[in-house]
């Protein structure tokens, strides 16, 4: 990973990107195995499942610390995150990190400020800089040799969650045939329409959370809060809030707005799996109720400047 500010490219390499075109290609197989509603609810669970962890795990806990969690745990979350086929949670925080620092800079390769719809909602993660994010965010993260190896070879959980949903549709057409589904659906519903949609969910904060709703904090950026983004994601569609005080574990700041990731934690908290969970300091609740939020005294977030400076 290199030490200097990412720069924005707007190249998209075209061959490196071919495994990732693919999986969008690969939507055409849905002419051959059809639809059921046993299918769709196979692909809606295994989406909720992987953005929960890409949200409370990926975000919440790799990029910000948020809250704390056992080394065991936070390997098992990794490995979760990583079946999302996002690469690996150092790659993933390290970009994040990088975003909280520049966030519609010059600096920030997926600002559709600077860079427009397709390259900040996907089009950044096809060019040769993406796969190369500052290394000086993550020192915190590369101290574990476990996270590093899924980082390095990020293509072995996905191709092994594959596996297990084509041999789970072998099971369930076999031993339960009036599901009315087969194996090759089940994959294609499970696998590929999932993680396309988990995709495409994640990037909407980048790109949606950017252009549309509401900006309760002057952050010095484009970030807002989005309720029905917030209902995709479990939560990360309250981006103004969170660009605020990326410190909080929960990211609907008030009762009424709904995050399903927090939720989730909040369980895992309860049963002893995570701990120390954050909270939204009663003064950010005071400032975003009058509608004057300054913006933060660190632009980045005490947790982002903890990470860069540890050793």
């Known amino acids: ?3 200097q500010p990412l720069p924005i490219d707007r190249n998209v390499d075209w061959g490196s990107s071919i495994p990732f075109l693919l999986m ?18 196979i692909a809606v669970f295994f989406y909720l499942v992987r953005m929960f962890a890409i949200t409370g795990f ?39 990190r990088h975003h909280h620092a520049h966030s519609d800079d010059e600096h920030d390769v997926h600002s559709p400020r600077r860079l427009g719809f397709w390259m900040s909602h996907v089009g950044w993660v096809m060019t040769n800089e993406s796969a190369d994010p500052p290394s000086r965010y993550v020192k915190d993260l590369r101290r574990y040799p476990e996270l590093g190896f899924i980082d390095r070879f990020y293509l072995i959980v996905p191709v092994l969650f594959g596996a ?3 041999g789970l549709g072998f099971l369930i057409e076999r031993f339960l045939p009036s599901w009315g589904t087969t194996a090759g659906q089940v994959f294609v519903w499970g696998f590929l329409v999932s993680t396309i949609a988990l995709y495409h969910g994640t990037y909407t904060i980048n790109s949606l959370s950017h252009k549309f709703g509401r900006q309760r904090f002057k952050t010095g950026d484009d970030s807002r809060n989005n309720f029905w983004l917030a209902l995709l994601t479990l939560g990360e ?15 609907g700041f008030y009762w009424w707005e709904i995050d399903l990731a927090y939720y989730g934690l909040r369980v895992l908290a309860l049963c002893g799996l995570i701990r120390e969970l954050n909270p939204v300091p009663a003064r950010v609740k005071a400032l975003g109720r009058a509608g004057n939020g ?16 540890e050793a």
């Open 1 to 3: 990973m290199s030490n």
């Open 24 to 41: 969008h290609v690969s939507l055409v197989s849905l002419f051959w195995v059809g639809f059921s509603w046993a299918a769709l609810g």
């Open 58 to 96: 990926y975000h919440r806990y790799f990029s910000h610390k948020t809250f704390k969690t056992s080394r065991w745990f936070q390997f098992v979350m990794g490995v979760a995150g990583s079946s999302a086929v996002q690469k690996g949670p150092i790659w993933w925080a390290a970009h994040h």
């Open 164 to 166: 297990f949903v084509l």
């Open 237 to 251: 569609g309250w981006h103004n809030n969170h660009h605020f005080y990326p410190g909080s574990t929960r990211q």
């Open 294 to 309: 300054e913006r933060a005294e660190s632009p980045v977030g005490a947790d982002i400047e903890r990470a860069r400076t």
